[in-house]
Structures are given as structure tokens and as C-alpha cells.
């Protein structure tokens, strides 16, 4: 609905100028998470470049909880995604954006609060690890004022060493300030 609102605003100050600098943050979720909430915290910086692409750099909290009989093991995962996000397409004003980015990701995962053993006895291989990868995302941003840019987006995601698997997806929200 905010989307659908925000299409009619008119923003007419400069947009995507090459150097402008922005903060961001953005709450990410697991497609078909359990009954416990899945959730990804991230907040970071981006540099824009020339024709709307940017470099962006982000530092993400997650937490996945992993189904083992009546017990839900926590996964927490802290990454830093740095990469590049290239301009697709979107209207003459520059209002409305669809972007593509690629990033690496580099982290560490910790499952069961780093404890090896859990409720009915059994033990757990490994409690953390060092995980790293690589991101695709893509990304519709939308101009709410001259500074402000709301941002829905879905990312694929191919993280080695995880507990959780090698592939996951996300979908999300942000909210961006330009200065």
C-alpha cells in the first residue's frame, strides 16, 4: 500500500548523483519460516556512481531457528555483505528504481548460543564456523522525499560452511537517508 502511494509523489531534487553518500537499514525475512520468527537485521552505507549504480557495504545480524524434533536450535549468523548494485531500469524522474547487486559475504555462525549439547542429550558437531559466499539481489526503490528512498527487495544467497544449507532466499524492506 505505501508503494502504491509513494508512485504519485513527485520528488524533483537531484537524484543518484555520482558521490552521494546513504545510510540504510533494512529487516529481512526467510520465505516459509516456522512458527518462530526468522528474521535479518542489516545497516550499511552505499556510494553512489555514475547512471544510478552503487557500491554498497552492510554489516547483518540474522537469526534462523532450526526444526530438531519438539526443539527449535538457534542459528545466528553476523555477516558483512559488500558489493556493487547496477541500474536496470525506472521512470523518467528517477522516482521509482529496479536495481541488481551482487555482494560477498563474509561472517560467523554460531548455532545453540555456541552450547554443544542440547535438551535430550544429543551433541552437536559444530556449534561455529566461519561462512562466506556471494549475493544476488534485486532491488525496487522508491523516492518518498528529496532523502528518502524505501526499498523492497529479494536476495539469493550462497553461503558456505553454514549449518542452514548453501542456498537461502530472503525478501525485504528499507529505508534509506541520501545526504
Given at each position: ?65 532450526y ?6 536450535i ?30 560477498a ?9 555456541n ?65
Amino acid at each position: 500500500m505505501l508503494f502504491i502511494l509513494t508512485m504519485n509523489v513527485q520528488s524533483f531534487a537531484q537524484q543518484m548523483i555520482p558521490k552521494q553518500k546513504g545510510f540504510e537499514i533494512s529487516y529481512s525475512v526467510y520465505p516459509h519460516s516456522p512458527e518462530k520468527q526468522n528474521y535479518v537485521l542489516a545497516a550499511g552505507l552505499i556510494s553512489y556512481g555514475k547512471n544510478g549504480k552503487y557500491v554498497f557495504g552492510r554489516a547483518e545480524y540474522s537469526r534462523k531457528y532450526y526444526k530438531y524434533r519438539n526443539y527449535e536450535i538457534p542459528i545466528d549468523i553476523y555477516l558483512l555483505n559488500a558489493g556493487y548494485s547496477f541500474y536496470l531500469v525506472g521512470d523518467s524522474m528517477r522516482n521509482v528504481n529496479l536495481n541488481f547487486g551482487l555482494g560477498a559475504l563474509a561472517g560467523y555462525e554460531v548455532v545453540n548460543r555456541n552450547k554443544p549439547l542440547i535438551y535430550d542429550g544429543s551433541l552437536l558437531n559444530t556449534t561455529e564456523s566461519f561462512v562466506y559466499g556471494v549475493s544476488g539481489k534485486l532491488s525496487l526503490e522508491s523516492y518518498l522525499t528529496e532523502h528518502m528512498v524505501f526499498i523492497v527487495d529479494g536476495q539469493l544467497r550462497f553461503l558456505q560452511n553454514s549449518q542452514l544449507g548453501i542456498l537461502h532466499s530472503l525478501i525485504g524492506l528499507g529505508l534509506r537517508y541520501n545526504f
